[in-house]
């Protein structure tokens, strides 16, 4: 019997976070969805946690486990848990995340039943640290809070209404928990050579496909940050962070967007210090190249010496008053 969702959860070694999004499914108010678990774990914490709710009527009837032996990682664990999906729609959902409300399925559901002419629908969510003790340690930590909520600003959400490349400049759809999408054939999948950006890649074969999506501001997912979070494996300036998106920008010949093009080049080939001659082979002049290599100097220099203004002045001085 087909089902409306697929809720699909990649796990490794966190039974208490996947009991807590267990936790948070059974509560919906919308039931006809089915459980698709792939389990990459080296301990049987998530397995006997499994065994223990198949005991029970809710999971016994919706929840599929998948065990890997190999552990496959990251990217292939979270497509194992999708690949077997059977319902009209997908919900991927981290084992980290969890719904923020009962009606948060049902929200979803509604967003895309409303609007058949979109494929994509995502939400705000509430970011929260789980570990407030360590998040110190945190490379991509956006705030200094335990919990916040995030949502994607009109500005966003009216140029990727005019142009679906523009997810590529910066990611306001969210974490993949966020999101809801109709499955199809073929079916949507992370691109097993993606890394960093595997979310970006995932967002764009969708809305390259489908450029119309639907959205709520509201925070219909909690998502929980700590440190053993996939995007914490990669530092500030990781090169593998570039590869990545270096990549992406090939595969979707983004170049052709001044916006892309714009972005690639003041937000990577600069900041990673890459000769012209890189700059030339993704398809930037190489005097282009060097005038933003220029300003960026530039405007390092002013700040450095702003700084050191500001210190070297008594409190109040640096601002004329």
Known sequence: MSVTVSICIPAYNNPEEVRRLFDSVEAQTFTDCEIILS??????????????????PFFAERLQYL???????????????LRPASGKYVKIMFSDDWFSDPSSLARFVQLLEEHPEADLAFSGSRQVVLHPETAGALTHLEQEKESWDRAASD????????????????NEIGA??????????????????????????????????NPVYVC?????????????QYTETFSEKDERIYADYRQLYFK??????????????????????KSPEEAQACHIP???YRRARRLAIKKTIEAFLKYRLSRLLPRGKESGT
């Open 39 to 56: 389990d990459d774990s080296s301990t049987d914490g998530i397995r006997d946690l499994v065994t223990e709710k198949l005991k029970t």
């Open 67 to 81: 065990r890997n032996d190999p552990a496959m990682g990251p990217i292939l664990n979270w497509n194992a848990a």
């Open 155 to 170: 500005e966003f959400l009216r140029e990727l209404g005019g142009d679906w490349r523009r997810v590529f400049t910066g």
């Open 176 to 209: 993949p928990s966020a999101v809801l999408f109709r499955r199809k054939e073929p079916p949507f999948l992370f691109d097993e050579k993606s890394g960093f950006a595997s979310d970006v890649y995932l967002y764009l074969d969708i809305l390259k496909a």
């Open 216 to 228: 709520t501001k509201e925070p219909l997912i909690c998502i929980g940050i700590h440190e053993n």
């Open 252 to 273: 979707h010949s983004l170049w052709e967007s001044e916006l892309c093009r714009s972005w690639f080049l003041n937000e990577l080939l600069v900041p990673y210090h």
């Open 286 to 288: 190489a005097e282009e």
